[in-house]
């Protein structure tokens, strides 16, 4: 599967999955998601891009967003730098950019283990 130019993999789609039903709505603007589990309409927004494997199934990475509020970071990454350091404070902020300049070696059954057990505990 794929959302524009990225192909997402199945450790993509329940890494979003569980955020999106943790959440519940839009960190920016506040607004809910729709549909019978409460998520259509949200989208993880990855603050350093999925290129980045150390940081891209990362919790502190990554918002709840609304698609408008989404469209807006990418129009204006300063408005989500700002955001981000906001909701962080500086000493995550940068120690999340130390992590995405770091390599990872990508282990998608890891990450599928451990998220299928986190939404588990979800309900």
Same mark, same amino acid.
């Given at each position: 599967?794929?959302?524009?130019?990225?192909? /997402?993999?199945?450790?993509? +789609?329940?890494?979003?999955? #569980? =955020?999106?039903?943790?959440?519940? @709505? $839009?960190?920016?603007?506040?607004?809910?998601?729709?549909?019978?589990?409460?998520?259509?309409?949200?989208? %993880?927004?990855?603050? @350093?891009?999925?290129?980045?494997?150390? +940081?891209? @199934?990362?919790?502190?990475? $990554?918002?709840?967003?609304? %698609?408008? $509020?989404?469209?807006?970071? @990418?129009?204006?990454?300063?408005?989500?730098?700002?955001?981000?350091?906001?909701?962080?404070?500086?000493?995550?902020?940068?120690?999340? +950019? =130390?992590?995405?300049?770091? #390599?990872?070696?990508? *282990?998608? +059954?890891?990450?599928?283990?451990?998220?299928? *057990?986190? =939404?588990?505990? /979800?309900?």
């Amino acid at each position: 599967m794929s959302w524009g130019q990225i192909k /997402l993999r199945p450790a993509d +789609t329940l890494f979003s999955r #569980y =955020l999106r039903l943790k959440i519940g @709505h $839009c960190e920016v603007c506040g607004r809910k998601g729709k549909g019978e589990e409460g998520i259509k309409g949200l989208v %993880v927004s990855h603050f @350093h891009g999925r290129s980045n494997e150390n +940081t891209r @199934h990362s919790e502190e990475n $990554c918002d709840i967003t609304c %698609v408008n $509020c989404h469209r807006l970071f @990418h129009e204006s990454p300063a408005k989500y730098v700002a955001f981000k350091i906001k909701k962080l404070g500086e000493k995550r902020f940068k120690l999340l +950019t =130390l992590a995405a300049n770091q #390599y990872k070696k990508r *282990d998608d +059954t890891l990450i599928l283990i451990y998220y299928k *057990d986190k =939404l588990k505990h /979800l309900n």
